[in-house]
């Protein structure tokens, strides 16, 4: 049998404790291999041409160049190293996900400079992630149209006849920037969207979703109605549910079930919008690690509702659109760049 090569990491931090914790963290998981390590934006750049890494965890908050200078400087080639971010929630959150729409595959929450021995609690998740995003497609950023409509056109209500529910996970902020900046303003149908991300991250990812969009998108909140013109963002930590009282759907943030590996779960969204919306609800499947979100489309199609997914050529991960196709559960496939016109042809 041929050996499988490891996978080749480059750290990128400024902090000389993160990068002593970060390389002891990777080098002891198998099949990974810390090349190197960079201690800011410029030094990271001349080590990625030196060394040609695979993956690199990149600090976003370095003097000089910093973590997202870096990912601009970087190509989207195939040979191009593909970034794990590696920041804090708080003041960086901005930072964490304008990063992870200009092209960086994942991201960890790292502890807060007065808390940097908990880095070492961080070993799981970083290792999993680098091998996500070892596997992962680099698709090159682009930038969003202008919005089609004035946000401040008004919405009738009459037209709310399906509702349509997004999950997706590893990917997911450039999928999202790219769906929502091309949905008009009065696009017919009120959108919830679960997120796989973070604890701490979907507020930022709401706001600059909003700035893109002609949409409205909000962070949900227990009680916000949905409606068409926006799109609610299932807040990190916590389940998204839907909720229908005759014409009014309202979001409600729920820790149950406790179980389920991700909060929020793309499943109990589809759940939900299956027993309240039944046969006028879509739901809609991206970019992704894992199959959450095969159960919610069986739920939807039992239903009588429609189940779309990303094709293949447009995902950074081919995993949960896949596992929903391969389970016969897809009505209809699309790359991102043609997703609008299928919603179109599937909403009422």
Not at 87 to 104: T, Y
Not at 123 to 141: C, D, N, Q, S
Not at 156 to 171: D, I, Q
Request: glycine share 8%.
């Amino acid at each position: 049998m041929t050996a499988v090569s490891p996978i080749r990491v480059l750290v990128v931090d400024d902090s000389a404790f993160a990068r002593k914790v970060l390389r002891q963290v990777l080098s002891s998981a198998e099949g990974l291999d810390v090349v190197g390590v960079a201690r800011d934006g410029l030094d990271a750049l001349e080590k990625v041409a030196e060394l040609a890494p695979d993956v690199l965890t990149l600090d976003l908050v370095m003097p000089g160049l910093d973590g997202l200078g870096v990912l601009r400087a970087l190509t989207s080639s195939a040979a191009a190293p593909r970034v794990v971010v590696v920041s804090s929630a708080g003041e960086e959150s901005e930072l964490a996900v304008a990063a992870l729409q200009a092209g960086a595959v994942e991201l960890v929450n790292k502890p807060t400079a007065l808390a940097t021995e908990r880095l070492y609690e961080l070993g799981g998740e970083l290792v999993a992630k680098v091998r996500t995003a070892a596997g992962a497609v680099a698709r090159a950023p682009r930038e969003p149209a202008p919005p089609p409509v004035s946000a401040s056109a008004p919405v009738a209500r009459a037209a709310t006849k399906s509702l349509v529910v997004v999950g997706t996970s590893t990917g997911g902020p450039q999928a999202l920037t790219r769906l929502l900046s091309e949905l008009p303003v009065d696009f017919p149908a009120p959108l919830a969207l679960a997120l796989h991300i973070p604890t701490g991250y979907t507020e930022a990812v709401a706001r600059r979703l909003d700035a893109h969009c002609a949409l409205e998108v909000l962070e949900a909140v227990d009680g916000l109605e949905l409606r068409p013109g926006r799109a609610v963002l299932a807040r990190s930590g916590q389940h998204l549910k839907l909720e229908r009282h005759g014409a009014v759907t309202l979001a409600r943030l729920d820790m149950q079930p406790l179980r389920t590996p991700h909060h929020p779960s793309v499943d109990v969204l589809f759940e939900s919008a299956a027993r309240s919306w039944g046969s006028d609800a879509v739901g809609l499947v991206l970019t992704g690690m894992g199959d959450d979100g095969v159960a919610g489309a069986r739920a939807i199609r039992e239903a009588g509702g429609t189940v779309l997914t990303e094709s293949e050529s447009s995902c950074v991960v081919y995993g949960m659109p896949r596992a929903v196709k391969e389970a016969g559960l897809s009505t209809a496939s699309a790359p991102l760049e043609g997703m609008l016109a299928l919603l179109r042809r599937h909403v009422r």
